[in-house]
């Protein structure tokens, strides 16, 4: 399909998007399909997409995230307002699509949770049969029940992430089943709006830096390639520096960055609390490593305590988020501590999933306790355990005049 818009500049292009937030359309009532132009490889009037009204998710500002970290200001894009909770839908829907278009009937990824949540839900609303393949034990129970409800075939392997997609490559070629893993080119292409939304959002204002967690790696190179792409338009004149975060037990990524030369060593045994980022040979990084490098971008690593007090730093701001996305503000505070970020830049960090994708997680914080993947305890230093009361009148007024803040 040719783009009807390759003869229309950049400022009747921004109109366009932005009237399209009035129309009732299906398609503009999506944050994805509302920027079609920039998805010109689906023939969306022979090809209805399936879209549940994906996108259209918050730039929220945090200001006590932001002194948190060492800034004066910090905004996050959040992801988690999706329709399965997580920045997955942005890509999934144009994948599905994609499927549709070319008459496959089953779908199939190997997941922590998110991508596995968000291919069932479009796979059901497509009429597509699903098949998840999800590691053994490890993948939080909020992101497994959103697959078994929308009806996807799970199939647990008792093996890690990375070992798993090598299945599963081998079982799609076998059976023709169409693979939707961040590897597909469609999936990244959704995950470029994204960043058009972002932009739109700011009035194209561009900010210094852009943060995202970092765990099979797909949604760097597509950030990267939507913002390159929005300069050629002339929608923007410049590009913000790019940071991807790790978990220090799953970042090969970072290694990589920080060594500065050859190519990415696996982690064979990734290990990390924040699940969605637990991935120790991710795909994609030969065009992360260009789009962060290309920014001038960095790359760096967090603790388990830096992204669980993160994680309940940004709850305090009334936002709820999964443990990867605190990876972003952990990082952040690490890079102003060190200097790379300065603490009048303005910086956008992308939390990619919903506070309740890890409810374990969020209870074991606040009133038990966790306990990083090598044993070591996790202090709750921002911890918000209930309080056990009896049944009493003013033994409550008593405790609530002492606890008032």
Known sequence: MANEFTNVDAEQLKHCWTQRRLSRDPLDLSGVWRYREILPFIDYRQHTPITLREGNTPLLEAPHAATYAGLERVEFKHQGYNPTASFKDNGM????????????????????????????????????????????????????????????????????????????????????????????????????????????????????????????????????????????????????????????????????????????????????????????????????????????????????????????????CGIGCEPASAATLAGIRRLVEKGTISKKEDVVAILTGHVLKDPDFVHGYHTTGLRAPNGEFINSRFGNKPVVMPNDVEEIEAFLRQSTR
């Open 93 to 316: 829907t144009v994948g599905v699509t994609k499927a549709a278009a070319l008459g496959m009937k089953r779908v199939a990824c190997v997941s922590t949770g998110n991508t596995s949540a968000s291919m069932a839900a479009y796979a059901a609303a497509a009429g597509m049969q699903a098949i998840i393949f999800i590691p053994h034990g490890n993948i939080a129970y909020g992101k497994l029940a959103q697959a078994l409800e929308y009806g996807a075939v799970t199939l647990q392997i008792k093996a890690n992430f990375d070992q798993i997609l090598s299945l599963v490559r081998q079982v799609a070629e076998r059976l023709k089943i169409y693979l939707l893993n961040s590897i597909n080119p469609f999936r990244i292409e959704g995950q470029k709006t994204i960043a058009v939304e972002l932009l739109d959002q700011r009035a194209w204002k561009v900010p210094d830096w852009i943060v995202v967690p970092g765990g099979n790696l797909g949604n760097i190179s597509a950030l990267g390639k939507a913002l390159r792409e929005l300069r050629a338009l002339g929608m923007i004149e410049n590009c913000p520096r790019l940071v991807v975060v790790q978990a220090e037990c799953s970042a090969p990524f970072e290694e990589l960055f920080t060594r500065g030369i050859g190519a990415l060593k696996p982690v064979e045994k990734p290990e990390t609390l924040a699940t969605a980022i637990r991935i120790g040979d991710p795909v994609s990084w030969p065009k992360a490593l260009q789009e962060v490098t290309d920014s001038t971008g960095v790359v760096e690593k967090v603790t388990e305590q830096e992204i669980a007090d993160a994680k309940a730093i940004i709850g305090r």
